[in-house]
């Protein structure tokens, strides 16, 4: 039986939306997919219903309405894995960002080695980029130490998006109490699963930028990070329980 379903949220990723599909299934372990599309004008939601014919029972689709963020696709993958009966759930980009040959690593580290959280780092062991430009390589690590140092989280890559949770993780945190939609979500599931003494641990990983397609990184989604990690930490102080 196939226990770990690999979410992957999608907004005009037809160049490489198919790759990426294949690419998972080839590997030794089986996992199954779920794509979130948010109504991408591209095409990206038809061509998964076409491959899902030549991968029934692997491959779903869900389609929403309009361009609602990634931490609302992906709350939506999750109570729709909850509701399947998976055991792990991964978060994953369509770009190839994330190496699929990764995944049974991740699977590994929850299923045989205890973890709670896997989360495919880029900085465990230094910084493991590729592509990006130093200004944006900068960014982001500087980003992690702000979050460790607001929250206290003793995880080195706090914004990472490559993640594997075992289902009681997602059924412990109120997924409705969710607030951030852009990739201060990343940061807000990491933490409720700390609050939550869960087991968190960093497997490194090479992030190799996109090649295809472009990037969804926006001014307005670093404003959120940056922001909502205080209010965030500040609301823990004063309520642990409801974070």
Same mark, same amino acid.
């Given at each position: 039986?196939?226990?770990?379903?690999?979410?992957?949220?999608?907004?005009?990723?037809?160049?490489?939306?198919?790759?990426?599909?294949?690419?998972?299934?080839?590997?030794?372990?089986?996992?199954?997919?779920?794509?979130?599309?948010?109504?991408?004008?591209?095409?990206?939601?038809?061509?998964?219903?076409?491959?899902?014919?030549?991968?029934?029972?692997?491959?779903?689709?869900?389609?929403?309405?309009?361009?609602?963020?990634?931490?609302?696709?992906?709350?939506? /993958? @999750?109570?729709?894995?909850?509701? &399947?009966?998976? #055991?792990? %759930?991964?978060?994953?980009?369509?770009? =190839?960002?994330?190496?699929?040959?990764?995944?049974?690593?991740?699977?590994?580290?929850?299923?045989?080695?205890?973890?709670?959280?896997?989360?495919?780092?880029?900085?465990?062991?230094?910084?493991?980029?590729?592509?990006?430009?130093?200004?944006?390589?900068?960014?982001?690590?500087?980003?992690?130490?702000?979050?460790?140092?607001?929250?206290?989280?003793?995880?080195?890559?706090?914004?990472? /998006? @490559?993640?594997?949770?075992?289902? &009681?993780?997602? #059924?412990? %945190?109120?997924?409705?109490?969710?607030? =951030?939609?852009?990739?201060?979500?990343?940061?807000?599931?990491?933490?409720?699963?700390?609050?939550?003494?869960?087991?968190?641990?960093?497997?490194?990983?090479?992030?190799?930028?996109?090649?295809?397609?472009?990037?969804?990184?926006?001014?307005?989604?670093?404003?959120?990070?940056?922001?909502?990690?205080?209010?965030?930490?500040?609301?823990?102080?004063?309520?642990?329980?409801?974070?």
């Amino acid at each position: 039986m196939v226990n770990g379903i690999i979410i992957i949220p999608t907004f005009n990723e037809i160049e490489n939306i198919e790759r990426i599909i294949r690419n998972v299934f080839s590997q030794r372990r089986k996992f199954h997919i779920l794509v979130v599309d948010d109504n991408s004008p591209d095409g990206t939601a038809t061509r998964v219903s076409t491959l899902k014919a030549e991968f029934p029972d692997r491959l779903f689709l869900e389609e929403r309405v309009g361009k609602q963020g990634l931490g609302t696709a992906y709350i939506h /993958g @999750f109570k729709w894995a909850l509701k &399947k009966q998976y #055991e792990y %759930i991964f978060e994953m980009d369509a770009d =190839f960002s994330h190496n699929p040959n990764d995944l049974i690593r991740l699977y590994n580290t929850c299923k045989r080695d205890g973890a709670d959280v896997a989360i495919g780092s880029r900085y465990i062991t230094g910084v493991n980029v590729i592509n990006w430009p130093m200004n944006r390589v900068l960014m982001s690590w500087l980003a992690s130490r702000y979050v460790r140092f607001v929250t206290g989280m003793d995880i080195q890559d706090t914004t990472a /998006g @490559f993640v594997c949770y075992k289902r &009681k993780v997602l #059924e412990a %945190i109120d997924l409705d109490r969710i607030q =951030f939609i852009g990739y201060a979500f990343q940061i807000e599931m990491k933490f409720k699963a700390h609050l939550r003494n869960f087991k968190i641990v960093e497997v490194p990983v090479i992030f190799t930028d996109r090649t295809r397609g472009t990037s969804k990184m926006s001014g307005s989604i670093i404003s959120e990070a940056v922001f909502g990690v205080i209010k965030m930490k500040l609301k823990s102080l004063f309520n642990r329980k409801k974070v």
